[in-house]
C-alpha cells in the first residue's frame, strides 16, 4: 500500500470525527454550517433579499437538512459559469414512528420504519441511540421552537433470534420481515405514559407535553475508526456519503483560505433524501440548487440579459458519491475489467443508461485533473446483467442542463449500519476536488 503520510492521516481523522458528528442529516447540516461560519461564509436565508459581491463567501440552508455553500469567483458567473461538487447528508437508517411506544412481553419497545435500502441484517445486535429534530412549544406560549436532539448513550438494541430458535439461519440466510422483526427493545415495560417523550423532554429540559413532533433517528453508538494492521481503511456509519460532503466542504475550506480569488464560482451542496429519491423539498430534485444560481447571478454586480442560462452553459457538476470496490469474497459481483480498489484515488462512474451522468467528455475533463495532480483514477461500470444504482447526478444534470460526471471513493458493505473505506481515498479525493474548483 502506498503509505499514510501524516497529511493524509490528519485528513482521515478529521472524516472520522465529522462522521462521528453527524448521525442524522440535521447533524450533517449542522457541522457543515458551523465549520464555513468559523471560516467566514454569510448564512444567506431563502426568505430575504440576497446582495452578493465577487469573492464573497456564502451558504444556505433549507429545511434544515440540505445546505449549500459557495465563493463567488472573481467574474460574474454568466462568463465564468460555477464548478459544483454535490453529495447527499442522508443515510439509511432506522426511523421512529410517530406513535412508537409498544408495550410487548413485560418489554417496553419502539416503533420504527425503514428509511431508504438499508441492510437490515447489520442493524442487528448494535448497541443504538436516537438522534434528530424535535418540535416543541415554550412553557407559556404556543411557539413552536425547534431542537436539535442527540442522545449519546445505548438505550436500544435489535437482538437477534438466538440459533436454537432459527438453527437454519446459517444457511437459509436472515429474513427479516420489517413490520415484525425491526422494533427495538426500548428496556422494561415503563409506567410512563410516552417514555421516548419523557426521555426527549428530560434530554432537552422541557415537559413532555410540550413536545409535539419530531424527526427522529436511530443510530450506532459504536465510533468510527481506522482499521487494518497499517491503519488501511476507516470503518464507520454513514461513510456513504458523508465521505463526499466532507471532502466538498474542505475543499472549498481550503479554497476559500487562498490568498486570490478563484477565477470561477466555487460551491458545495449537499441534499437531504437522496437515499428516498430526492422528490422533497429540500432533495436533488427540489428547486434548492436551481434557485441559489439563479439568486446569485441576480445578486452579484449588474445583473447581465439572460445570465442565468449563460452562466449554466459554462458550469460543470461533479456528483460526489461512493462507489462499490471489488469485494475479494464475491468477486463474481464485479465486472471484471472494472475493479475499483480501496486506496486507488477516486472512481469515475459509467452507465450507458444515464443512471450515471458521466460522459467520455466530461470524464476526460476530471481525469486530466487527477492526472495534473499525480492523483490515481479508476474506472467503473456495473456488470451488464445487473441493474444499477443511481445517484442525484441526473436529475441535477437533466433539470439546470449542465455538464455533469458521477465520481466516488470506492467503499465496502455500502448501506450497512459499519461501513468501510480506505484510509488514503479521502486525501486523493480532497486533492481532486480541489484540482476541480481551481485547475480547468
Ligand atoms: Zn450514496
Not at 427493545?185 to 405514559?193: D, N, T
Not at 478563484?262 to 434557485?291: H, K, W, Y
Not at 459554462?314 to 475479494?328: K, Q, R, Y
Amino acid at each position: 500500500m502506498k503509505k499514510l503520510t501524516k497529511h493524509a492521516k490528519s485528513i482521515a481523522d478529521n472524516l472520522i470525527q465529522f462522521l462521528d458528528n453527524a448521525p442524522t442529516p440535521f447533524h450533517a447540516t449542522q457541522s457543515i454550517a458551523q465549520r464555513l461560519e468559523e471560516a467566514n461564509f454569510t448564512n444567506l436565508k431563502e426568505e430575504e433579499l440576497w446582495e452578493t459581491k465577487p469573492g464573497g463567501r456564502y451558504y444556505v440552508i433549507r429545511e434544515d437538512a440540505s445546505i449549500a455553500g459557495w465563493i463567488n469567483g472573481k467574474t460574474a458567473p454568466a462568463s465564468s459559469g460555477f464548478r459544483i461538487i454535490g453529495a447527499h447528508t442522508d443515510s439509511p437508517n432506522l426511523r421512529i414512528k410517530p406513535n412508537p411506544n409498544i408495550k410487548k412481553n413485560n418489554y417496553q419497545q419502539l416503533g420504527v420504519e425503514v428509511y431508504g435500502g438499508v441492510l437490515l441484517s447489520s442493524w442487528m445486535d448494535r448497541d443504538l441511540s436516537i438522534a434528530g429534530r424535535v418540535m416543541a412549544t415554550g412553557i407559556n406560549n404556543k411557539k413552536l421552537t425547534k431542537h436539535f436532539v442527540l442522545l449519546d448513550s445505548s438505550i436500544l438494541r435489535i437482538p437477534l433470534l438466538a440459533i436454537h430458535l432459527n438453527p437454519d439461519v446459517n444457511t437459509n440466510g436472515l429474513v427479516l420481515n420489517r413490520q415484525n422483526h425491526l422494533a427495538p427493545i426500548f428496556g422494561l415495560e415503563s409506567k410512563q405514559k410516552d417514555p421516548l417523550k419523557f426521555l426527549l423532554a428530560q434530554e432537552l429540559g422541557l415537559k413532555s407535553s410540550q413536545i409535539i413532533d419530531y424527526d427522529l433517528c436511530l443510530y450506532d453508538l459504536q465510533k468510527a475508526d481506522f482499521l487494518g494492521p497499517q491503519q488501511e481503511f476507516i470503518a464507520g456509519s454513514r461513510i456513504d456519503n458523508l465521505f463526499s460532503c466532507f471532502c466538498g466542504l474542505e475543499s472549498l475550506l481550503q479554497v476559500s483560505k487562498r490568498k486570490d480569488i478563484p477565477e470561477t464560482n466555487c460551491m458545495m451542496v449537499a441534499f437531504d433524501n437522496e437515499e428516498i429519491g430526492s422528490l422533497t423539498s429540500q432533495g436533488a430534485r427540489s428547486s434548492f440548487l436551481s434557485s441559489i444560481l439563479n439568486r446569485i447571478n441576480h445578486s452579484v454586480g449588474q445583473p447581465s440579459p439572460q445570465a442565468y442560462e449563460r452562466s449554466l452553459s459554462t458550469s460543470v457538476f461533479l456528483s460526489a458519491d461512493m462507489a462499490h470496490a471489488i469485494h475479494p469474497n464475491y468477486q463474481e459481483k464485479h465486472e471484471p475489467q472494472h475493479f475499483p480498489y480501496l486506496n486507488e484515488g477516486p472512481v469515475i462512474k459509467r452507465n450507458a443508461q444515464g443512471r450515471y451522468t458521466t460522459s467520455g467528455h466530461s470524464s476526460a475533463h476530471f481525469e486530466m485533473i487527477c492526472r495534473n495532480r499525480n492523483i490515481p483514477v479508476q474506472k467503473f461500470v456495473n456488470r451488464t446483467d445487473l441493474s444499477c444504482g443511481s445517484t442525484i447526478g441526473p436529475f441535477v444534470a437533466s433539470d439546470l442542463g449542465i455538464t455533469a460526471i458521477d465520481i466516488g471513493a470506492a467503499m465496502l458493505s455500502m448501506h450497512s449500519i459499519r461501513e468501510m473505506c480506505g484510509s488514503l481515498d479521502p486525501y486523493y479525493m480532497l486533492e481532486a476536488f480541489k484540482g476541480f474548483y481551481t485547475d480547468a
